[in-house]
């Protein structure tokens, strides 16, 4: 039976923890929080809803943080406030560095915002691999952007397939030139003045809300579980990819229980490489 430990209790990690419980390719589910009377409340209202919504999924929480010991995947969401915060920073840092020896090698999804320099300290300072530390809030960001293409276009998001560059907050570039819609080139679908309406609106689209960055964590964490042979679109530490390397970008990658086993590299033209290098650096 797959287990996944969730950091933090407050409204991320239980948007997380709801999505994994409906998704029903976990068995078990934790929330782990200093305030754990919290989070084993919030564990039992997600836990009272599969009767509902039919998943059988087994929910707990507790501020014992040793309960990571075992996981399969380890999910750094925020802690409960007021004000509910992201783990990040020296905080962070110093949080995972004593959860470190209980993990192993069980990937880290980074679930949140505002946890690139956390990730990246990670494997600078941690000594952790970088194919195990995993942000999944591009996902999120892809799938926003898919949304106003949808309008643009006339289509389901469902039929757009894109890739998301670049790194939070200097920006993300989108590869229009390796985009589809419904198999068609996307830059022969829409016009040029649909394109720069687009770009114009994609800035405001970060960062993405809580039940959006919720969702992704909980897909990428489910292709984790069960290696799936869809590539996404996460934040990792660069190791040359675009010339770059201790850096954190977002990259379309495929997962497996290990963490990050394929980085898949776009083929960009000139305009989306000054793009992508003005992001980077």
Excluded at 111 to 126: I, N
Aim: hydrophobic share 45%; with cysteine.
């Amino acid at each position: 039976m797959t287990t996944v430990c969730i950091i933090g209790a407050g409204e991320l990690g239980g948007a997380v923890a709801q999505a994994l419980a409906r998704g029903a390719q976990v068995g078990r589910v934790a929330l782990v929080d200093t305030a754990g009377n919290v989070a084993s409340g919030k564990a039992l209202d997600i836990q009272q809803s599969g009767a509902i919504a039919g998943f059988h999924t087994r929910l707990s929480g507790t501020d014992d943080f040793t309960r990571v010991t075992g996981c399969d995947v380890c999910v750094l969401a925020d802690r409960v406030g007021p004000p509910a915060s992201e783990w990040s920073g020296d905080e962070g840092l110093a949080m995972l560095t004593r959860l470190t020896p209980f993990l192993a090698e069980a990937p880290i999804v980074f679930a949140g915002s505002s946890q690139s320099e956390l990730l990246r300290l990670m494997v600078g300072e941690g000594g952790v691999r970088r194919e195990q530390l995993i942000g999944s809030a591009p996902e999120a960001m892809a799938s926003a952007v898919k949304a106003i293409v949808a309008m643009e276009g006339r289509c389901s998001p469902a039929e757009i397939n894109l890739t998301v560059l670049g790194a939070p907050p200097a920006g993300f570039v989108i590869p229009w030139s390796e985009a589809s819609i419904a198999g068609y080139s996307l830059e022969r679908v829409l016009s040029q003045v649909q394109l720069t309406r687009l770009e114009a609106r994609i800035a405001s689209l970060w960062p993405p809300g809580p039940y959006a960055l919720g969702l992704a964590a909980a897909r990428v964490t489910e292709a984790i579980l069960t290696s799936s042979r869809r590539a996404f679109s996460v934040l990792t530490v660069l190791g040359g990819e675009f010339g770059v390397r201790g850096r954190v970008g977002t990259l379309p990658v495929l997962l497996s229980t290990t963490g990050i086993v394929q980085a898949r590299v776009p083929i960009l033209n000139t305009r989306e490489r000054v793009q992508l290098e003005n992001a980077l650096f």
